[in-house]
């Protein structure tokens, strides 16, 4: 009888151990972030007391997935580039993402190498290049480029997030803060081909194709720009302003990417303006 009890029991335990993890919470305060800066913190909240809880194989990169893009989110929708105390801000919430948010999902906790690990370190880190002096800027460098040199080669490295490491890479290259700088970073030429080869994408698995992926049309028209090439440009935003205000009405957008769209349409309408 006892040993029939204490069999159950681990069976019990087993059974536990193996469910699925709980996200209706989380998601439901996800798809509040663009609320208040109070939801996008609650929604982080949320997905980190699932990693807590010792999310496993894929819930642990979903629970991951959460609590980083509400970082993400919260750190380029309520903080400014301008401005001490917002820049503060920003610099360190990214440099928390790539630093310790991200590590939840690195290969010795997930047992393999995985693009969302690598998308969300890189794109973390030039977020916070953004925000930092030059000096710092040229310190973060070598853990960027080790970021795409790695993830770019592992299975849907080119594929997650809509081709997100193509874009980060293509935001590395075209930027004329490189100019000068040692190895030939500086290359508009190939910062375009790399953005339209993001927006060539299929989409990874549970994710979304690159043409869905506002991000990556207002990357290729600051690539143009930056090649003296503003008519293309312009062609290129107007159908983003045509396109994507159009989804987010028809409900296309995928929740995980709906907030970071408007957002993104925004910006295009004042690169726009400069053209």
């Given at each position: 009888?006892?040993?029939?009890?204490?069999?159950?029991?681990?069976?019990?335990?087993?059974?536990?151990?193996?469910?699925?993890?709980?996200?209706?919470?989380?998601?439901?305060?996800?798809?509040?972030?663009?609320?208040?800066?109070?939801?996008?913190?609650?929604?982080?909240?949320?997905?980190?007391?699932?990693?807590?809880?010792?999310?496993?194989?894929?819930?642990?990169?979903?629970?991951?997935?959460?609590?980083?893009?509400?970082?993400?989110f919260e750190g380029n929708h309520y903080y400014t580039t301008v401005g001490d105390t917002d820049r503060?801000?920003?610099?360190?919430?990214?440099?928390?993402?790539?630093?310790?948010?991200?590590?939840?999902?690195?290969?010795?906790?997930?047992?393999?190498?995985?693009?969302?690990?690598?998308?969300?370190?890189?794109?973390?880190?030039?977020?916070?290049?953004?925000?930092?002096?030059?000096?710092?800027?040229?310190?973060?460098?070598?853990?960027?480029?080790?970021?795409?040199?790695?993830?770019?080669?592992?299975?849907?490295?080119?594929?997650?997030?809509?081709?997100?490491?193509?874009?980060?890479?293509?935001?590395?290259?075209?930027?004329?803060?490189?100019?000068?700088?040692?190895?030939?970073?500086?290359?508009?030429?190939?910062?375009?081909?790399?953005?339209?080869?993001?927006?060539?994408?299929?989409?990874?698995?549970?994710?979304?194709?690159?043409?869905?992926?506002?991000?990556?049309?207002?990357?290729?028209?600051?690539?143009?720009?930056?090649?003296?090439?503003?008519?293309?440009?312009?062609?290129?935003?107007?159908?983003?302003?045509?396109?994507?205000?159009?989804?987010?009405?028809?409900?296309?957008?995928?929740?995980?990417?709906?907030?970071?769209?408007?957002?993104?349409?925004?910006?295009?309408?004042?690169?726009?303006?400069?053209?």
């Amino acid at each position: 009888m006892v040993k029939t009890q204490l069999l159950a029991a681990l069976a019990l335990g087993l059974s536990m151990s193996a469910q699925a993890a709980d996200f209706t919470t989380a998601d439901a305060k996800y798809a509040l972030r663009d609320t208040s800066i109070a939801a996008a913190q609650e929604a982080r909240a949320a997905y980190k007391a699932i990693l807590d809880q010792g999310a496993k194989d894929a819930d642990l990169i979903r629970a991951a997935e959460g609590y980083l893009r509400a970082t993400i989110f919260e750190g380029n929708h309520y903080y400014t580039t301008v401005g001490d105390t917002d820049r503060a801000a920003r610099k360190k919430i990214f440099n928390d993402c790539w630093k310790v948010g991200v590590e939840a999902i690195n290969e010795k906790n997930l047992g393999f190498e995985s693009p969302v690990y690598y998308y969300y370190r890189a794109a973390c880190i030039a977020y916070e290049a953004e925000v930092s002096t030059p000096f710092q800027r040229l310190a973060l460098l070598p853990d960027l480029n080790k970021s795409l040199e790695a993830g770019l080669p592992t299975q849907g490295g080119r594929t997650y997030e809509g081709g997100g490491l193509l874009r980060v890479k293509a935001a590395v290259k075209g930027n004329p803060e490189a100019i000068g700088l040692p190895g030939g970073i500086y290359n508009p030429d190939e910062a375009l081909k790399l953005i339209d080869e993001a927006l060539e994408k299929d989409a990874y698995p549970g994710n979304a194709e690159g043409a869905l992926f506002c991000e990556n049309f207002r990357r290729k028209i600051i690539t143009l720009k930056e090649l003296k090439r503003p008519g293309d440009a312009k062609i290129v935003a107007d159908q983003a302003l045509t396109d994507f205000p159009a989804y987010l009405e028809e409900g296309l957008i995928p929740e995980f990417i709906r907030a970071e769209t408007v957002d993104c349409v925004k910006h295009v309408t004042a690169l726009k303006a400069t053209l």
